[in-house]
C-alpha cells in the first residue's frame, strides 16, 4: 500500500530552548551579492538542536540563497557559518565531511533515473560514507518504510508519481544522517493532491526532532509544525518571531503585504 507517515495532523514537538546549546546551524553577519546585487544582507540566524524553522518571503528575497549558503552549494561574501558549532570550511575534505552533515531537498527531486529507488537511497551512504551495501540497504529499506513507500524499492524513478518522489528524496538525505534538514520549497512542482503526502512526512521528521530550516509556501505546516518563522524580503531577515505572531500580528508592512497576497 500507499501510505503517507502516521503523524499526519500531530502536534509539533515542544519547542527546543533557544540559547541552550550549541545550536545546530548559526549564521552570523553573513553577505552574498550577485554581481551588483546584494541577495543576501547581513544575515545573522540560529537554529537549535530540534529547532524547525520556516522561511518566508516573496520570490527573489534570498530564501535559496540562504538554504543553499548553509552548506556552501553557493559561496558566501562575508559572515561565517556554523554547524553544530564547527565552522564551514569554504571547501576540500572538510566541506565535503560537513556538507554531508546538511541533507538538501530540493523543488526538483532529482533522483537519479538509471537507478532503483534503493540504489538511489543507497549510493551516497555506500560510496561517500563507505557503508557496507548490505547495511546501507537494510537502512534504506527502513527509511523508505518510514516515507510510507517501503514496497516501491525496487522501481525507478519513472515509474513514481511526483509525491512518492519526493519522498524518496527525502529518505535519500536522511540515508546520510544529516544533524540539520534544509527544504527548499519541497512541493512547489507537485500536482495539489500530492502535495499532503509530503507535508506529512516532513511533520513526521519534525515530531521527531529533526532540526529544519523550511522553505515553503504551505502556510498550514509553518502554523502547525513549525517552531519559528523568518521572513525574507530584499536579502534580509526582516522578522523572526513565532508562526502564531507572524500571522497573527505581522509587525511590518512588508509582512502584512505579503500575507494579504498569500492568504
Ligand atoms: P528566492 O528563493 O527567495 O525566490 P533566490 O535566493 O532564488 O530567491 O534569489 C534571490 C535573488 O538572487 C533573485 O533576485 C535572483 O534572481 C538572484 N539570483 C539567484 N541566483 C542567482 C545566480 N546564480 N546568479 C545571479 N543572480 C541570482
Ligand atoms: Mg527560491
Same mark, same amino acid.
Given at each position: 500500500?500507499?501510505?503517507?507517515?502516521?503523524?499526519?495532523?500531530?502536534?509539533?514537538?515542544?519547542?527546543?530552548?533557544?540559547?541552550?546549546?550549541?545550536?545546530?546551524?548559526?549564521?552570523?553577519?553573513?553577505?552574498?551579492?550577485?554581481?551588483?546585487?546584494?541577495?543576501?544582507?547581513?544575515?545573522?540566524?540560529?537554529?537549535?538542536?530540534?529547532?524547525?524553522?520556516?522561511?518566508?518571503?516573496?520570490?527573489?528575497?534570498?530564501?535559496?540563497?540562504?538554504?543553499?549558503?548553509?552548506?556552501?552549494?553557493?559561496?558566501?561574501?562575508?559572515?561565517?557559518?556554523?554547524?553544530?558549532?564547527?565552522?564551514?570550511?569554504?571547501?576540500?575534505?572538510?566541506?565535503?565531511?560537513?556538507?554531508?552533515?546538511?541533507?538538501?531537498?530540493?523543488?526538483?527531486?532529482?533522483?537519479?533515473?538509471?537507478?532503483?529507488?534503493? +540504489?538511489?537511497?543507497?549510493?551516497?551512504? &555506500?560510496?561517500?560514507?563507505?557503508?557496507?551495501?548490505?547495511? !546501507?540497504? #537494510? %537502512? /534504506? @529499506?527502513?527509511?523508505?518504510?518510514?516515507?510510507?513507500?517501503?514496497?516501491?524499492?525496487?522501481?525507478?524513478?519513472?515509474?513514481?508519481?511526483?509525491?512518492?518522489?519526493?519522498?524518496?528524496?527525502?529518505?535519500?538525505?536522511?540515508?546520510?544522517?544529516?544533524?540539520?534538514?534544509?527544504?527548499?520549497?519541497?512541493?512547489?512542482?507537485?500536482?495539489?493532491?500530492?502535495?499532503?503526502?509530503?507535508?506529512?512526512?516532513?511533520?513526521?521528521?519534525?515530531?521527531?526532532?529533526?532540526?529544519?530550516?523550511?522553505?515553503?509556501?504551505?502556510?498550514?505546516?509553518?502554523?502547525?509544525?513549525?517552531?519559528?518563522?523568518?521572513?525574507?524580503? +530584499?536579502?534580509?531577515?526582516?522578522?523572526? &518571531?513565532?508562526?502564531?505572531?507572524?500571522?497573527?500580528?505581522? !509587525?511590518? #508592512? %512588508? /509582512? @502584512?503585504?505579503?500575507?494579504?497576497?498569500?492568504?
Amino acid at each position: 500500500s500507499d501510505e503517507t507517515a502516521p503523524d499526519a495532523g500531530a502536534p509539533p514537538a515542544p519547542a527546543p530552548t533557544p540559547g541552550s546549546g550549541t545550536p545546530m546551524v548559526r549564521m552570523a553577519g553573513v553577505d552574498k551579492h550577485f554581481g551588483d546585487l546584494h541577495v543576501l544582507r547581513d544575515i545573522d540566524l540560529e537554529v537549535a538542536r530540534g529547532e524547525v524553522v520556516v522561511v518566508l518571503g516573496p520570490s527573489g528575497s534570498g530564501k535559496s540563497t540562504l538554504c543553499r549558503a548553509i552548506n556552501r552549494l553557493e559561496p558566501i561574501d562575508g559572515g561565517t557559518i556554523e554547524i553544530d558549532g564547527v565552522p564551514l570550511p569554504a571547501e576540500g575534505r572538510e566541506l565535503a565531511k560537513l556538507r554531508s552533515d546538511v541533507g538538501m531537498v530540493f523543488q526538483q527531486f532529482n533522483l537519479f533515473a538509471h537507478m532503483t529507488i534503493l +540504489d538511489n537511497v543507497t549510493l551516497a551512504p &555506500t560510496r561517500v560514507r563507505g557503508v557496507p551495501k548490505g547495511e !546501507a540497504q #537494510e %537502512r /534504506a @529499506r527502513a527509511l523508505l518504510d518510514r516515507v510510507g513507500i517501503g514496497d516501491q524499492s525496487g522501481k525507478y524513478p519513472a515509474q513514481l508519481s511526483g509525491g512518492q518522489q519526493q519522498r524518496v528524496a527525502i529518505a535519500r538525505a536522511l540515508a546520510m544522517e544529516p544533524k540539520v534538514m534544509l527544504f527548499d520549497e519541497p512541493t512547489s512542482a507537485l500536482d495539489p493532491e500530492m502535495v499532503g503526502e509530503v507535508i506529512d512526512v516532513m511533520g513526521g521528521l519534525a515530531k521527531d526532532g529533526m532540526t529544519m530550516v523550511v522553505v515553503t509556501h504551505e502556510m498550514g505546516f509553518a502554523r502547525r509544525a513549525a517552531h519559528r518563522v523568518v521572513f525574507m524580503a +530584499d536579502g534580509e531577515i526582516v522578522e523572526d &518571531t513565532t508562526p502564531d505572531s507572524f500571522f497573527s500580528r505581522p !509587525a511590518t #508592512e %512588508r /509582512a @502584512r503585504d505579503f500575507l494579504g497576497k498569500i492568504l
